[in-house]
């Protein structure tokens, strides 16, 4: 990679934490700030970042502008928002579209509960990839080997009582997902929130995303909330039918494993 490029993208972070000044920069990035001051104002010529009166940076809109343009021109989130949406409006509850980038999981879109008490996930955040359910289904589509290999790769941190506690338990769980075709997470990233997914396919039997429903215990038991499965699986066929023009069958690979 080019060290400019690599530089320049190095700011963006930094930037993420909060406005920071021209010795900041150059301290994060170990550079002079000359060489700071070159890259910032590259960045600023773009829109990316900009300079506060105090003359400190931050991150410019044009750079919100840009990731929101990428997120809406994904077709997936464009074709599924409608049914999304007639979801939490059958149900009640907060909705996600989720796919998987770069070893992440990443929710694309969501719809808010109707119900007083709201969940914190973000369009855009990663997700809690060892427990959240459309992280399962994203992953239990890799190819066993890529499978394997990132469980080994991940990080297990015990959010709760009910969290994946290692690499051996997680493809067990993969594989449970990868056969029955549905995934949850009943309180396995936080404690009161309980959560069902269902894939959304490709034309050749692939996730494309994944999407599930969350409530938290107050409004409805993890027992009333798989009562939805039905529902939340018919509509993530729906998506998968409007987006490849057809019923998607799953690969007979898939299948067998």
């Not at 506060?52 to 044009?62: I, K, V």
């Not at 074709?79 to 929710?107: D, F, R, S, W």
């Not at 969501?110 to 955040?125: A, D, H, N, T, W």
């Not at 995934?183 to 996730?207: F, Q």
Request: glycine share 6%; with cysteine; proline share 5%.
């Amino acid at each position: 990679m080019s060290q400019t490029v690599d530089r320049a993208l190095s700011i963006l972070p930094l930037l993420a934490e909060g406005p920071a000044n021209l010795e900041q920069v150059a301290g994060r990035l170990g550079v002079h700030k000359s060489t700071a001051l070159r890259l910032l104002r590259t960045l600023h010529a773009h829109g990316i970042v900009y300079r506060q009166a105090d003359q400190r940076y931050r991150l410019g809109a044009r750079l919100f502008a840009l990731a929101q343009e990428a997120v809406e021109n994904l077709d997936v989130r464009e074709i599924a928002h409608p049914h999304l949406v007639e979801l939490n409006e059958q149900c009640g509850h907060t909705v996600h579209l989720a796919v998987y980038e770069e070893n992440e999981v990443l929710y694309i879109d969501k719809v808010e509960s109707r119900y007083p008490v709201r969940m914190y996930s973000r369009i855009g955040k990663p997700v809690a990839i060892t427990v959240a359910a459309v992280a399962k289904l994203l992953l239990a589509d890799l190819p066993e080997a890529e499978r394997r290999a990132l469980a080994e790769k991940l990080d297990y941190p015990a959010y709760t009582p009910r969290s994946t506690p290692n690499a051996a338990a997680f493809l067990t769980e993969l594989a449970k997902v990868r056969e029955q075709g549905w995934a949850t997470d009943l309180g396995g990233h936080e404690e009161s929130i309980n959560c069902v997914g269902a894939p959304v396919r490709g034309a050749d039997g692939r996730l494309v995303a994944a999407m599930s429903v969350s409530a938290p215990n107050v409004v409805v038991t993890a027992d009333e909330l798989l009562t939805l499965l039905p529902l939340v699986r018919r509509t993530a066929d729906a998506i998968s039918r409007e987006y490849c023009g057809h019923t998607p069958q799953r690969p007979q690979r898939d299948m067998r494993t």
